[in-house]
């Protein structure tokens, strides 16, 4: 979801040409882009098991964290792959995830 997202918000950046003269770089790349998503079950303070609850792209990498404990307490981070590995893993595996027409 977040590799989708991060492409679908570059695509949407790059083609609207009344937001290039606001860009600081342009055509906008992965080094002009922060993402976070976060993920919680509602109502919970202890989760069933542990999950992922917080995914962010951070200088060309993307990293996971999980906890078992609402609130992200004690989030300890499990994975770590670079965006270029993600990307081509979506191409591969999932291309409906990219197209966004």
Known sequence: MLVSKTEQLLKMLNER??????????????DNIKLDLAFYLKGYKLYPEPMI???FISKGNIV??????????????????????????????????????
């Open 64 to 101: 996971y964290s999980a906890t078992q404990y609402a609130g992200f307490e004690n989030m300890e981070r499990f994975h770590k792959e670079t965006y270029e590995f993600a990307l081509e893993w979506v191409k591969d595996n999932a291309p409906w995830a990219l197209d966004f027409n």
């Open 53 to 55: 609850v917080f995914v």
């Open 17 to 30: 040409e009344e937001l290039r003269h606001e860009m600081y770089k342009y055509p906008a790349d992965l």
